[in-house]
């Protein structure tokens, strides 16, 4: 599994997930999330 924006390798303890348009990803940070979510819309 890795981070779906900056691609970094993920393990159980550092991942960090947020659901969008009820499909759920899967990044290192909120940071990443947030940039992930803003370059989709
Ligand atoms: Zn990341």
């Known amino acids: 599994m890795k981070c779906e ?3 970094v390798e ?3 303890e550092n ?4 659901a969008m348009h009820g ?3 899967h990044f290192c940070c909120s ?3 947030g940039s992930y979510q803003k370059g989709k819309a």
């Open 5 to 7: 924006e900056c691609g």
């Open 10 to 12: 993920l393990t159980e």
């Open 15 to 18: 991942t960090y997930r947020r």
């Open 23 to 25: 499909v759920e990803h």
């Open 31 to 33: 940071h990443c999330a």
